[in-house]
């Protein structure tokens, strides 16, 4: 292909020949949301005992729907399950009821979803900015960056966030009211917080700026449009305002400044030393996540308001149409919604989930703009003349083709200069043998345990567990008061010295199995462990008592009572403790 010939594949096309390019570039964007969903696929059936770090929370309880006696009065489960939103749990009960596991389910779902994502992002960017490239290379930034962390991948909520509210933006912007409709009852009842953003989007587009002074829209369609979606907004969100969490209240701000699991080291890290860090540094409730950035291509939507300036200078920014002000109105809904969230920490969930989300469609969309700008005007450069051999004309076109290929070869091939793609947010277990022992109990057995590997066993035991890291969430304080005082009493009860103690916290919680590993009484074990330290002053007497070289109680049971001990860990059985004088 020519120098001229390739520059015409990717400007402004002729309607006779959009048809073809366009659907050209379109098959190439989802050619590569394919491939990522299929090394996806790789990770997530490389192994039996693969999970998806997020789905040991928000799906593992869904094995409810295929076996409806499993964790039976489990406060985990119910808990779960019961903070999950309606469409979600829907899609995955339907799923089971074809007999598909949720588990497996879980791992299917990414693919159709970042396929769904992708499709729905390159219309987006066809109504902002319709050049097939320009498209291409947006939709091309943003999968990188979805897959670069763990939200499409985990097939929790947030995961349909990309696929849904794409779509309503893309119909938003071709004014396609019932599509758009149905998009917002979608975010309700799959991410309820996004909807939101959705009405937010609504509202501002009743606003036109005449200079510096903004003004009500004269147009009676933006009101109608308006009125439907709104309506559509209420609908769909008045069952979570009406509906009264057995599980309520919702931890305050005061509240969440006592608890140190919302610290540097806690488990819900969320508050942190400066002003700066807590709002820009990332994590739960920073305006900007920490991989906003990821790929690094994407910094290129910063000079998007720099160069718009020079459309000269830069030909294909003519071709931006009025419908760019999605960006603007997107990034001013979810920078107010992260102040609300602030202002009313908790209640409307964390602050990061208003921006986070929001601004990578932004980057995306605006960075691909950019790059596709300076891909264009660097080719022109290239482009010499038949009679032009100037030494100073060759080298200028020498260092442009340069910059065009060192350019194109970041946009598409920076996945493979980075450690893992797609992240690999899966967890693999490595104790068959107790996953397995625990497999063949009773499905109403309780574990009490406070090992690492506690965190796995009700996902691949399909058993329940008094307590562990993974769930101690604290976001609601009828389901974390409890919890925490199980953790609490667990603590005291392994470490006391006092077999009395140890007995009254087996009957209290009717405890069948206490899991044990080889580091379980030392004292080092128990100070490093950041989750356990959380619960002082217990755990410190914890420590203290072990550093003393006082001897806890259930040691003197670890060997007779055990009823299975391979791999490190140590199985005891709570009715043997019980009767033992």
Known sequence: MTIVGFQRFFAPIPPRKSDRIWHFWLSLSLGFAVVCGWLALKQGFSGEWVVQDDARQHVFWMLRYL???LYPNDLIADYFQSVAPVGYTTLYKLAATVGINPLVFNKLLPTVIGFISTWYAFLLCKQIFPLPLGCFISTLLLNQNLWLKDDIISGTPRAFVYPFFMAFLYYFAKRSLIPCGVAIALLGIFYP??????????????????????????????????????????????PYALNVSEYAPTITRQEALELPDFY?????????????????????????????????????????????????KFPFLKEITHKIWLLLHLTVVSVVMFILAHAVLFKLHLPSRYT???????????????????????????????????????????????????????????????????????????????????????????????????????????????????????????????????????????????????KEFIRKYNITFWLLDEGSFIADYVHDNNWIRQHEPTAQEAIASLRQGKIPALMAYKDSCAVFAEGGYTVISAKCVLSRE
């Open 67 to 69: 076996d409806p006696q």
């Open 356 to 502: 986070g989300h929001s601004f990578r469609i932004v980057l995306s969309v605006a960075a691909g703009i950019v790059l596709t700008s300076i891909l264009d005007a660097l080719w022109r450069k290239v482009k010499i003349p038949q009679n032009s051999f100037k030494i100073g004309i060759i080298g200028q076109k020498i260092v442009s083709g340069f910059l065009v290929a060192a350019i194109a070869i970041a946009i598409v091939f920076y996945p493979s200069f980075v450690k893992e793609f797609p992240d690999n947010s899966y967890k693999i277990g490595n104790a068959q043998a107790l996953y397995e022992f625990f497999e063949q109990q009773p499905k109403d057995i309780m574990i009490a345990s406070l090992v690492l590997e506690a965190d796995n066993l009700p996902t691949f035991t399909k058993r329940s567990i008094l307590v562990s890291r993974e769930y101690a969430i604290p976001y609601h304080l009828g389901y974390y008061r409890p919890y925490r005082q199980r953790v609490i009493d667990l603590i005291t009860a392994q470490y006391s010295t006092d077999i009395e103690v140890v």
């Open 264 to 312: 540097a080291k806690g488990r819900s890290k969320f508050f942190k030393d400066s002003f700066w860090g807590y709002i820009f540094g990332g994590g739960r409730g920073g305006l900007l996540p920490s991989s906003l950035y990821d790929p690094y291509t994407l910094v290129f939507a910063v000079f998007l308001p720099i160069i718009i300036r020079f459309k000269d």
């Open 193 to 238: 917080q996004c909807v939101f953003l959705a009405s937010g989007m609504l509202i501002l587009q009743l606003f036109e700026w005449e200079g510096i002074r903004p003004t009500l829209s004269r147009n009676r369609n933006d009101y109608y449009f308006c009125f439907i979606g709104l309506a559509v907004a209420f609908v769909v969100m008045l």
